[in-house]
């Protein structure tokens, strides 16, 4: 059975990093690409980033290039997303999600206040 | 920046039939988007319906469809039930970013 679990959430003040974590079993996780998506409280889906089974490609939505960057580590079965300057618009629960969107976690809380 | 447009809301009737399409500002959504369509309840994590434009998973109950209708992905309810009230989101990819609709809510009423 799939799982994915997400960690690292929390409350960062602006302009501060934090870095979730997704560890995932159940599948082959290094034939897989994985995918980040964030919900902010009461609003809709919006897809952030997504990176292919080896790594070699990544793909950012517009509104976290440059500060965010997404990795794995195969070896882990665990994807990451390192979040650098974070605004206060980066509030939201992040879910990872696997490659053909059918499987997702529970997600993780996000919260970014002075 | 690419908007992917949904309507905000849309009321169907029990058993009754309801579509709801997904527009591209790049021009008209083809396979090549690879239109997938989500419900998500209140306090839930959202379940994928249909992938590919058309492609059911196991867990998709039949009275949901996906197809391409006048240039947008379209998810069309047949005999909606109550349960099916709820909000919805379309995906599509813009060769490597993929870009969500902006929801819609049904309600069954």
């Known amino acids: 059975q799939v799982h994915l679990v997400e960690s690292g959430g929390g409350v960062a003040q602006p302009g501060r990093s934090l870095r979730l974590s997704c560890v995932t079993s159940?599948?082959?996780?290094?034939?897989?690409?994985m995918h980040w998506v964030r919900q902010a409280p009461g609003k809709g889906l919006e897809w952030v980033a997504v990176m292919s089974n080896d790594g070699s490609e990544k793909y950012f939505a517009d509104s976290v290039k440059g500060r965010f960057t997404i990795s794995r580590d195969n070896s882990k079965d665990t994807l990451y997303l390192q979040m650098n300057n974070l605004r206060v618009e980066d509030t939201a629960v992040y879910y990872c999600?696997?490659?053909?969107?059918?499987?997702w976690g529970q997600g993780t809380l996000v919260t970014v206040s002075s | 920046q690419t908007v992917v447009t949904q309507e905000p809301s849309l009321t169907v009737s029990p058993g009754g039939t309801v579509t709801l399409t997904c527009g591209s500002s790049?021009?008209?959504?083809?396979?090549?988007?690879?239109p997938f369509w989500f419900q998500q309840k209140l306090g839930q994590v959202p379940r994928p319906l249909i992938y590919?434009?058309?492609q059911k998973h196991s867990w998709t109950p039949a009275r949901f469809s996906g197809a391409l209708l006048g240039g947008k992905a379209a998810l069309t309810l047949s005999g909606a039930l109550p349960e099916d009230e709820a909000q919805y989101y379309c995906l599509l990819s813009h060769n490597g970013p993929w870009v969500f609709g902006g929801g819609t809510k049904l309600t069954v009423l």
């Open positions: 999600a696997k490659d053909s969107f059918d499987s």
């Open positions: 790049t021009g008209a959504v083809t396979s090549g988007h690879y």
């Open positions: 159940g599948f082959s996780f290094s034939t897989f690409g």
């Open positions: 590919d434009t058309a």
